[in-house]
């Protein structure tokens, strides 16, 4: 099975923060994907990348940068996090069809 | 862009059977896709339809009318591990899936 491995459940960050969500996973994927997920709004696509070292804005990148390095890694970094950052933050991979799911990152801001 | 609109909740009794309706605006569309999703637990995939028809996987069956833009998710046998929120997803060119907003589906006894 595949496995998509988000590097914390929870988080707490102060406002300006930088922070740092890992996301890992192990079938060799080449499409990672980042979303947002807010009651009522659904999954929103942040970030994506296709190959390592390639990177592609989404539906809300704005306050959000990506790093992939290695094929199997990518990052999702909230330069200066604000309280409108507080959300679930999902990570995905794939082949194709179907996306494969982190747990999840809950974080919030004060 | 794209849009899907699908129902905010639905409410269905056990035992019986759900329909989970999903409408899409897109260019260049691929296929619908369909996942489940706990709470607190990741989405997971249930199905993909690229041409029309039904598409069955034991309780649940997917649906797609390409020239409607119309898809639906139908669930039998309704039980209470079923209550999830639902998501429909359009896969179109080369961008990555648009999810709608979601249907919470609550069964009750």
């Known amino acids: 099975d595949v496995k998509v491995t988000q590097s914390s459940r929870y988080l707490v960050k102060r406002t300006g923060e930088k922070v740092f969500l890992e996301c890992v996973q192990d079938?060799?994927?080449?499409?990672m994907f980042w979303y947002r997920q807010d009651p009522g709004l659904g999954l929103r696509l942040i970030y994506f990348?296709?190959?390592?070292?390639?990177?592609e804005k989404g539906d809300i990148p704005e306050g959000y940068s990506v790093s992939r390095e290695k094929k199997e890694r990518f990052s999702l970094i909230l330069e200066s996090a604000s309280t409108n950052q507080t959300s679930m933050y999902l990570c995905?991979?794939?082949?194709?069809?179907?996306?494969?799911f982190g747990n999840g990152t809950r974080l919030t801001v004060t | 862009g794209q849009s899907l609109e699908q129902p905010s909740e639905v409410t269905a009794v056990e035992g019986a059977i759900v329909q989970i309706n999903c409408t899409y605006q897109?260019?260049?569309?691929?296929?619908l896709s369909w996942y489940q999703q706990h709470d607190g637990g990741a989405p997971t995939f249930l199905s993909y339809?690229?041409?029309?028809g039904l598409e069955e996987t034991g309780r649940f069956s997917s649906f797609l009318s390409r020239s409607d833009s119309y898809g639906y998710l139908l669930l039998q046998e309704l039980q209470m591990k079923d209550s999830a929120s639902y998501f429909c997803?359009?896969?179109?060119?080369?961008?990555?899936?648009?999810f709608g907003k979601g249907t919470r589906l609550s069964v009750i006894a």
């Open positions: 995905a991979s794939s082949t194709g069809t179907p996306l494969h």
């Open positions: 079938m060799d994927h080449e499409n």
């Open positions: 990348s296709y190959d390592v070292k390639m990177k």
């Open positions: 897109t260019s260049g569309f691929y296929g």
């Open positions: 339809n690229a041409l029309d």
């Open positions: 997803a359009v896969k179109a060119g080369n961008t990555p899936l648009v």
